[in-house]
């Protein structure tokens, strides 16, 4: 079958046996009332009125049993519900005005042999409420070449029962099984004639055929024909002795007739599957209210499909509008989810193109036919109103499918501060940072322009990929710096070096994680010209979808960080420069003011080198600005696994500014 179907089919009902014991029988539950007494059975008797007394009333090898004050009796054959009536009449021959109770109390034990074709051939020692079936499990079914459908009981030399275990696995009927007595022989004969099914049915496997069975009879304890099936074909194979070669491969239908087929051993009946084709249905999808299957009618067209843009609303934007009261109310709130909601509305219907996707039956070829959905649906456009045909999926998209150019892309912003207005907007068509500005009504006199923060989140994307990329490169060449002291310690102080250097890389690995926390905001350095307070210093950026800007009021500060003694903010004041804030701040023994630099509010950084000898006095002679932080790292001494570790640290410091992470970053560090 293997050889022929190219898949290792199950025996059915097989699996019916790969936990026997959940079937062995139950010995706990009432005894029922046709069970016949015999040899080991014990019965508790109880007998109240003029005669008092109890008793376990064992039956012996000949049958009997004692009863107190009043003699043997013969209760072997007897069935259960006959119990009391005949210890009655026993006992009143004896006593009179008595009443009694009887149960069976123990149950005693037979012995049975299972034979032939069994997994587990032999004796069995089982309780006398066993029956046929549970003896079949107790020995593990038949094994893979025994018969599931002929099982015969032998008692005293003569079949009582032959049993069909594909019934009992198929629809649960016991019918043909019996209860056990000792010295039954239960007879498992060789497997049959088999075929095999397989495609498209629900349980492909190999049936054991009885005399003249049909293709009807194989099918049925699978469920008979399944619904995806196709009934106007399946393929038979099949092993003819007298044909060369042999095997032949023939059609049958399962109608009536093709079901009357008389099958035999080694067949091989493969099921094929109905076409997934559906014969009259247009698929509607992407960004449409209801993506589903519509159906087709001659003459369908496009109009019909899209009758209205309400075709167009996806239902999880009403969703997303019910969940906003919950947003905005609840821990994850504020004006971040509203941004968030915004963004996600955003997604916009792309109303330049959309596409009909069909397959030519002449050249099975598939065609994509384009169609302008704007001009269909607002403008009702008849040139743009194609014919459907069954079959045709119909695809819309948003922008965010397919990136439409940016004068037609719908951008939502964000802008906060000190402008006339501040909310949420949807850029123009090329609309600039400017002239968003001017169009919800400029500035306020507050306005600090110089300190504009201007957010884009692919720019945070990218940001945050060099940063991780950067923290990797740090940590490789940290371990590849450790491998090479440790080659190089050597001595008697080479162990407390070794614990030194160890207790270095602690605090490396510290400081790592505390790297591998940071992440990027996406701000944008505007490098505006700080003497200019005017809405002109600003660049004109095209704005983007999901852009925030936030203009904040003049701050009356600065402030300075690193190696300094009193890391603080300090008044702003027309004229101070770099050097009063070291002055102010005090800088540290360790402290590198030729490394230090200046973190402005604009976004950009003032570099120590980069100053040298400009304004005529390095750093130190540069004017701060409103909000500008001055950084001062600390001295490298040497060149150990911890400087260089500081020096990397001081140089991430200047790239994290550049970054934008601002004073978080530099608190980390």
């Known amino acids: 079958m293997q050889q022929a179907t190219g898949q290792l089919l199950p025996k059915f009902g097989a699996n019916l046996f790969a936990r026997p014991r959940t079937f062995a029988p139950v010995t706990n539950i009432a005894v029922p009332g046709s069970y016949v007494l015999g040899p080991g059975d014990g019965v508790q008797l109880h007998v109240w009125g003029l005669a008092d007394f109890g008793a376990m009333l064992i039956i012996d090898r000949n049958g009997q049993v004692q009863v107190p004050r009043v003699g043997a009796l013969t209760l072997a054959g007897v069935r259960a519900e006959q119990l009391e009536s005949v210890l009655r009449s026993h006992i009143g021959r004896v006593f009179q005005n008595f009443e009694l109770s009887a149960t069976v109390a123990r149950l005693r034990s037979i012995q049975v042999y299972v034979v032939?074709?069994?997994?587990?051939?032999?004796?069995?020692?089982?309780?006398?409420?066993?029956?046929?079936?549970?003896?079949?499990?107790?020995?593990?079914?038949?094994?893979?070449?025994?018969?599931?459908?002929?099982?015969?009981?032998?008692?005293?030399?003569?079949?009582?029962?032959?049993?069909?275990?594909?019934?009992?696995?198929?629809?649960?009927?016991?019918?043909?099984?019996?209860?056990?007595?000792?010295?039954?022989?239960?007879?498992?004969?060789?497997?049959?004639?088999?075929?095999?099914?397989?495609?498209?049915?629900?349980?492909?496997?190999?049936?054991?055929?009885?005399?003249?069975?049909?293709?009807?009879?194989?099918?049925?304890?699978?469920?008979?024909?399944?619904?995806?099936?196709?009934?106007?074909?399946?393929?038979?194979?099949?092993?003819?002795?007298?044909?060369?070669?042999p095997r032949q491969v023939n059609q049958v239908a399962l109608d009536a007739a093709g079901l009357r087929t008389v099958l035999r051993d080694g067949d091989v009946l493969t099921l094929l599957p109905i076409s997934p084709e559906f014969a009259n249905a247009v698929t509607l999808q992407g960004a449409v209210a209801a993506p589903l299957r519509h159906p087709w009618v001659p003459g369908m067209r496009l109009s019909q499909l899209i009758p209205d843009p309400e075709a167009l609303i996806n239902a999880s934007f009403f969703v997303r509008q019910n969940r906003l009261v919950q947003l905005l109310g609840g821990p994850q709130g504020g004006p971040q989810a509203l941004q968030r909601h915004f963004a996600i509305n955003a997604e916009a219907i792309n109303w330049d193109y959309a596409v009909i996707e069909r397959l030519n039956r002449q050249t099975l070829q598939r065609q994509l036919i384009p169609f302008n959905l704007g001009r269909l649906v607002?403008?009702?456009?008849?040139?743009?109103?194609?014919?459907?045909?069954?079959?045709?999926?119909?695809?819309?998209?948003?922008?965010?499918?397919?990136?439409?150019?940016?004068?037609?892309?719908?951008?939502?912003?964000?802008?906060?501060?000190?402008?006339?207005?501040?909310?949420?907007?949807?850029?123009?068509?090329?609309?600039?940072?400017?002239?968003?500005i001017r169009r919800i009504g400029g500035l306020t006199p507050q306005a600090y322009v110089f300190g504009t923060s201007f957010k884009r989140e692919e720019v945070r994307r990218q940001q945050q990929q060099n940063l991780d990329q950067l923290i990797a490169r740090l940590e490789a060449g940290l371990q590849a710096q450790g491998a090479q002291q440790i080659a190089q310690l050597q001595g008697l102080d080479a162990g407390r070096a070794a614990a030194l250097m160890e207790a270095q890389r602690e605090a490396q690995r510290l400081q790592l994680v505390r790297l591998r926390t940071l992440r990027s905001n996406g701000r944008v350095a505007l490098e505006i010209d700080p003497r200019d307070a005017t809405l002109a210093a600003l660049p004109s950026l095209p704005l983007e979808h999901g852009d925030h800007i936030v203009i904040p009021s003049v701050p009356g500060f600065v402030a300075a960080f690193g190696a300094v003694n009193n890391e603080n903010t300090f008044v702003f004041r027309p004229g101070r420069t770099v050097g009063d804030v070291f002055r102010l701040a005090g800088l540290t023994p360790e402290a590198d003011a030729r490394q230090a630099f200046v973190l402005r509010a604009d976004g950009t950084v003032l570099a120590s080198a980069d100053q040298s000898g400009w304004f005529g006095g390095g750093i130190e002679a540069v004017a701060l600005m409103p909000g500008d932080t001055v950084v001062v790292p600390q001295r490298v001494v040497g060149e150990t696994g911890w400087n260089?570790?500081?020096?990397?640290?001081?140089?991430i410091t200047q790239i994290l500014a550049n970054l934008g992470l601002g004073l978080a970053a530099l608190r980390t560090l």
């Not at 107790?138 to 008692?155: D, V």
């Not at 123009?428 to 002239?435: A, F, S, V």
């Not at 260089?644 to 140089?651: P, S």
């Open 644 to 651: 260089l570790f500081l020096r990397n640290a001081r140089d």
């Open 378 to 436: 607002l403008q009702r456009d008849a040139s743009q109103d194609f014919e459907l045909q069954p079959g045709d999926v119909v695809t819309i998209f948003t922008q965010s499918d397919l990136r439409v150019p940016q004068q037609r892309q719908e951008r939502v912003v964000r802008i906060e501060g000190e402008v006339a207005v501040p909310g949420v907007y949807v850029a123009l068509p090329g609309e600039t940072l400017p002239q968003l």
């Open 116 to 245: 032939g074709q069994a997994r587990q051939p032999g004796t069995y020692t089982l309780s006398s409420l066993s029956t046929l079936i549970n003896a079949i499990f107790a020995s593990g079914g038949p094994s893979p070449n025994g018969s599931m459908r002929a099982i015969e009981l032998r008692r005293a030399g003569r079949v009582v029962t032959t049993i069909d275990l594909y019934a009992f696995v198929a629809r649960g009927d016991k019918s043909q099984d019996v209860q056990l007595q000792p010295g039954d022989v239960i007879v498992i004969p060789p497997i049959g004639p088999q075929v095999a099914v397989t495609g498209a049915f629900d349980q492909p496997a190999l049936y054991e055929l009885k005399p003249n069975e049909t293709l009807a009879d194989v099918l049925a304890p699978g469920g008979g024909v399944p619904v995806l099936a196709s009934t106007q074909v399946a393929l038979l194979e099949r092993i003819d002795s007298l044909a060369q070669p």
